[in-house]
């Protein structure tokens, strides 16, 4: 009987512990130690007392958790726990805008993509048309994140 009572008190504890050291280690040594309980419970109080002991333990783990979860919410310590998304990303949008309405010189056919020779820079670029010849000029027409859009003319 001690025993039981020791199993089912060790369940429970390693039980509350997870939640501070999250992994699952200790959820299912808790476990063990609760079926264990049911286990040595079945010599003296039969399948009824063994059930009862598992599925109150059980129980009582859940409620614990809810419990558990609700107390440190509340408390000082319970804040570090918590996540706040109140900053919001502020992100520019990744373009060359600087580029647009310049002229260069295709260094590659385009077929849509390619490379173009803008102010002595070797640039990624794609064709707004389909494609452009090797050599061509074409004329920076706007940015879509690093690759500049172009077209002939």
């Given at each position: 009987m001690t025993y039981v009572v020791a199993l089912i008190l060790l369940a429970l504890?390693?039980?509350f512990l997870e939640?501070?050291?999250p992994g699952g280690i200790l959820g299912i040594m808790?476990?063990?130690a609760l079926v264990v309980a049911?286990?040595?419970a079945y010599e003296d109080w039969g399948m009824l007392g063994s059930t009862a002991?598992?599925?109150g333990g059980a129980?009582?783990?859940i409620l614990l958790f809810f419990l558990e979860i609700r107390l440190i919410a509340r408390s000082p310590f319970g804040k570090q726990f918590q996540h706040h998304h109140t900053q919001k990303a502020q992100t520019k949008p990744v373009g060359r805008d600087d580029m647009v309405g310049k002229r260069g010189r295709v260094?590659?056919?385009m077929a849509p993509s390619g490379k173009v020779m803008i102010d002595n820079k070797s640039l990624e670029a794609a064709s707004e048309g389909g494609l452009i010849r090797k050599d061509a000029t074409v004329v920076v027409i706007r940015s879509e994140h690093?690759?500049?859009i172009v077209k002939e003319i």
């Open positions: 504890l390693l039980f939640i501070f050291a808790g476990a063990i049911a286990i040595l002991i598992l599925l129980l009582a783990g260094l590659t056919t690093l690759k500049l």
